[in-house]
């Protein structure tokens, strides 16, 4: 059974950072693409950042220059590094890749930035 966990999530004054992780099990997923994804209350889930397969990647307008999304093959795991933290940050965050033609989704975590 393919599984994503994330973890990192946490409350951080505004400025800060955070760095989530997304480890896959029952899968290597080093050839597939990861996306993080984010909701915050009262709002639609939004797309905040991709890598493909190849390592290319791809950032939503409002997290360009402030977050990086990477990958460690080795460790199985997705990384999204968040500097310069802003209250509209605030959201739950989620990992998403598709395994045979089966979307997956992390369970989420938590993401507070105070102002």
């Known amino acids: 059974q393919v599984q994503l966990v994330e973890s990192g999530g946490g409350l951080v004054q505004a400025g800060g950072s955070l760095r989530l992780s997304c480890a896959a099990s029952?899968?290597?997923?080093?050839?597939?693409?990861v996306a993080w994804h984010r909701q915050a209350p009262g709002k639609q889930r939004e797309l905040v950042a991709v890598?493909?397969?190849?390592?290319?990647?791809n950032y939503a307008d409002s997290v360009k220059g402030r977050f990086t999304i990477s990958r460690d093959n080795a460790k199985n795991t997705v990384y999204l590094q968040m500097n310069s933290l802003k209250p509209e940050d605030t959201a739950v965050y989620f990992c998403?890749?598709?395994?045979?033609?089966?979307?997956?989704w992390g369970q989420g975590t938590q993401v507070t930035v105070s102002s």
């Open positions: 998403q890749t598709t395994i045979l033609s089966r979307t997956v």
């Open positions: 029952g899968v290597m997923f080093g050839s597939n693409a």
């Open positions: 890598i493909a397969g190849g390592g290319t990647t």
